[in-house]
């Protein structure tokens, strides 16, 4: 008894004791918590569908025993009376470690939602791929530089002077790189908002092909003459894109005329030759046929219809079909294809 009572920096040995009791106790209870969590979770996990249960898993492993031993160490100091130079050194190391598991716990978040994204586009959009990796990089890069930041602001360092270096100089190098940055966000607005992947089909402005490469910087494009396009992601963005794969299906319109000599009757029954055709063709879906105006030298009729597969080739063939049977019908039928006539008309006198 006389030897723990006995004091030692301002406490007994039975404090000093009490204290390390605790701070033991409280390790053990975080550290078999942590586990068992850790045990469900990683169960819960591999039976549901949803990433919420990963990405906790992914973060409780993240946790460092520096973190508990230094919780575990405050709470323990409880039992025992310190010096106020000693509480504000403990309590500041404690600061320390829950920034830098703060940082941690941030870093695993960072990265599961990242490498997530990765696999789930590794089979839809591989060129993608690369511009995601370096976005996470770029993440992790500035999480860390706010994690030093806030580290050496809590030493004391004066960190005013470098924060205000560091805006300026980040305004220095953005002036002289904007042009690569407006082509690195626009990749990265291609990436997360996905106008088009790698194999769609798209037209700009005059310049149409099949997307082979997006990058960085520029978007590659296969066109249909063999040569390949290459666009900066900026400028591909600020332009008027279309995207024929995204088609349910294709609206066709076409024309044709017929002679002026075309009788009334004649006239109307194109009408129900045309539809009658074109409803009867595979994948075609009629949608109208008219008599649309009087040109220099023919009847003119518009015709639209769909086509229920996007495909071009697809598309030609349907057409292709409908030109051979309404050529077939017209010359049943007596109806006269018309061609640029001029009809001269000489009195005499």
């Given at each position: 008894m006389e030897l723990l009572g006995k004091i030692y920096f301002g406490n007994s040995i039975q404090s000093w004791l009490v204290a390390l009791g605790i701070f033991i106790a409280t390790f053990i209870v975080v550290k078999s918590v942590?586990?068992?969590?850790?045990?469900?979770?990683?169960?819960?996990?591999?039976?549901?569908?949803?990433?919420?249960?990963?990405?906790?898993?992914?973060?409780?492993?993240?946790?460092?025993?520096?973190?508990?031993?230094?919780?575990?160490?405050?709470?323990?100091?409880?039992?025992?009376?310190?010096?106020?130079?000693?509480?504000?050194?403990?309590?500041?190391?404690?600061?320390?470690?829950?920034?830098?598991?703060?940082?941690?716990?941030?870093?695993?978040?960072?990265?599961?939602?990242?490498?997530?994204?990765?696999?789930?586009?590794?089979d839809q959009d591989s060129a993608s791929v690369t511009t995601i990796a370096l976005l996470g990089f770029m993440a992790r890069v500035s999480l860390w530089v706010i994690i030093l930041l806030l580290l050496l602001d809590n030493l004391g360092v004066n960190i005013t002077g470098l924060v205000a270096g560091l805006g300026i100089g980040g305004i220095a190098v953005a002036l002289a790189v904007q042009n690569i940055l407006g082509d690195l966000l626009a990749s990265l607005s291609i990436v997360l908002d996905k106008p088009f992947v790698v194999g769609d089909?798209?037209?700009?402005?005059?310049?149409?092909?099949?997307?082979?490469?997006?990058?960085?910087?520029?978007?590659?494009?296969?066109?249909?003459?063999?040569?390949?396009?290459?666009?900066?992601?900026?400028?591909?963005?600020?332009?008027?894109?279309?995207?024929?794969?995204?088609?349910?299906?294709?609206?066709?319109?076409?024309?044709?005329?017929?002679?002026?000599?075309?009788s009334l009757e004649k006239l109307k029954r194109i009408k129900e030759i045309v539809s009658d055709i074109i409803i009867k063709v595979e994948k075609a879906r009629f949608d109208r046929v008219h008599f649309k105006d009087y040109g220099d030298s023919s009847l003119n009729f518009e015709v639209v219809y769909f086509v229920s597969?996007?495909?071009?080739?697809?598309?030609?063939?349907?057409?292709?079909?409908?030109?051979?049977?309404?050529?077939?019908?017209?010359?049943?039928?007596?109806?006269?294809?018309?061609?640029?006539?001029?009809?001269?008309?000489?009195?005499?006198g």
């Open positions: 942590q586990k068992v969590a850790l045990r469900r979770l990683s169960r819960l996990a591999a039976t549901t569908v949803t990433h919420i249960d990963d990405l906790l898993v992914y973060i409780l492993k993240s946790t460092k025993t520096f973190t508990i031993l230094a919780g575990s160490a405050y709470i323990a100091c409880s039992a025992v009376t310190l010096k106020p130079s000693y509480e504000a050194l403990l309590l500041k190391a404690l600061i320390l470690m829950l920034i830098l598991q703060g940082g941690l716990w941030a870093n695993a978040g960072t990265s599961f939602w990242f490498n997530h994204n990765i696999q789930k586009r590794m089909f798209i037209v700009v402005d005059s310049l149409m092909g099949t997307i082979e490469h997006i990058g960085l910087k520029t978007t590659r494009i296969r066109s249909l003459g063999g040569e390949q396009l290459i666009f900066s992601n900026n400028d591909l963005l600020k332009s008027r894109v279309r995207n024929y794969k995204r088609m349910s299906e294709r609206r066709v319109l076409f024309s044709f005329g017929v002679v002026y000599q075309t597969d996007p495909d071009y080739n697809i598309y030609m063939d349907v057409q292709e079909a409908i030109n051979h049977e309404i050529f077939r019908r017209f010359a049943e039928e007596g109806i006269e294809f018309a061609y640029p006539t001029q009809t001269i008309f000489m009195q005499k």
